[in-house]
């Protein structure tokens, strides 16, 4: 099947009509139509081949929401006209220890992400969300509520479900005094899911004209992490902390401000890696932890959690033509708080 795409032909190339080819739906497979794609910063990383090992042509995109246009003979969870996403990858080998137990983000023999990827042949290229139509298992596809806004929606299946994973891993409950340091994309929501989990929450951030959103998105206190004296009065301060920044910043700041015990979780990934001071952690029992994204029926959960929850991602519409201006803004975070595209655009 041939479809209209936006994708990057080089590290330095802006983002440009493509002209893709999708294989047509076997048995297993689900096709949708794709109505909203979300920007996430990992396809500015990605485009830009920040991180190393970037295909090219690529077409990013990994928070997708769309409608059923076809399903295989096989395919029994999922019907024509049924709305569902697909989130950061789109298969994996299904028979090692972390697939068997639900963690396939983790498949110790790899993932295949939604784009940027191999399939489980190891020999075909994943193109992601950016694109009118895509065809995915359906092991991989997920059920969506019509209950809320879907462009709102399709940046739960990153942003979302990137912070709800670590809530929910190391089991933050009502009293849990919890800090999330910086307000983007992945910060926003890790505000409102903990929040809604009963956290007494905390934004940690350099900039003190976000005070306002931190507090209309659920925060109940926010701290200035530039002032010295400040940071000194917040020693020993959190149970948790989620770091959400992938600029380069000083760990050992912020490992200061958890209690004993305390766990300070990484979802950014900053473009030099950091050194950490052991006494920081041997000197209370810390942990400095990382996670990344939700196996498949933890990003159900997740999904059915904010459908009743009513939570959603605060977005700003963009046309597809204007996604190289919205990669700029995103870079100058300049964005509140997570760039959607309108699939109409590409039509």
Same mark, same amino acid.
């Given at each position: ?21 999708? =294989? ?6 689900? %096709? ?30 990994? !928070?997708?929401?769309?409608?059923? +246009? ?26 090692? /220890? ?18 940027? #990827? ?7 290229? +994943? ?37 709800? #994973? ?6 933050? *409950? ?13 910060? /926003? ?16 951030? =350099?900039? *003190? ?11 109940? $206190?926010?701290?200035? +992490? ?6 000194? =009065? ?13 600029? %380069? ?10 209690? +004993? ?35 498949? *029926? !933890? ?9 009743? $929850? ?27 708080? =997570? ?9």
């Amino acid at each position: 099947m041939n479809v209209k795409a936006y994708a990057a032909t080089g590290p330095q190339a802006p983002l440009a009509p493509y002209q893709l080819d999708r =294989r047509s739906c076997g048995p297993k497979d689900v %096709e949708l139509e794709i109505l909203y794609c979300g920007v996430c910063h990992s396809d500015i990383h990605t485009a830009r081949d920040e991180w190393g090992g970037t295909m090219y042509p690529v077409v990013p995109g990994h !928070e997708i929401v769309g409608k059923v +246009t076809q399903v295989g003979a096989e395919v029994s969870r999922f019907q024509v006209g049924q709305t569902v996403g697909v989130g950061c990858f789109v298969d994996s080998c299904g028979h090692c /220890h972390n697939c068997a137990q639900d963690n396939e983000q983790y498949c110790e023999n790899g993932h295949s992400q939604t784009y940027n #990827s191999l399939l489980q042949d190891k020999k075909t290229i +994943t193109y992601g969300g950016y694109s009118t139509h895509i065809v995915v298992t359906e092991k991989f596809v997920l059920s969506v509520s019509d209950k809320l806004p879907l462009e709102k929606v399709a940046p739960l299946l990153c942003a979302g479900i990137t912070t709800y #994973s670590p809530l929910r891993h190391w089991n933050v *409950k009502a009293g849990d005094k919890l800090a999330v340091v910086g307000l983007g994309g992945l910060g /926003h929501m890790a505000v409102k899911i903990a929040s809604s989990m009963g956290a007494e929450v905390t934004v940690l951030s =350099r900039s *003190k004209s976000k005070e306002k959103d931190a507090q209309e998105l659920g925060a109940h $206190h926010f701290e200035i +992490t530039t002032d010295k004296e400040n940071m000194k =009065r917040l020693a020993n301060r959190f149970d948790f902390i989620i770091d959400t920044v992938s600029a %380069e910043h000083d760990y050992n700041e912020y490992l200061a401000l958890l209690n +004993t015990n305390g766990v300070m979780v990484l979802l950014g990934v900053p473009p030099k890696p950091s050194d950490v001071h052991a006494f920081q952690l041997i000197g209370g029992r810390r942990s400095l932890v990382g996670s990344l994204v939700g196996g498949i *029926k !933890e990003t159900q959960e997740m999904l059915d959690y904010c459908a009743e $929850h009513n939570i959603t991602s605060d977005v700003e519409m963009i046309n597809i033509d204007q996604i190289n201006e919205a990669y700029e803004r995103t870079l100058a975070g300049d964005v509140h708080y =997570r760039f959607v595209i309108d699939m109409k655009s590409l039509k």
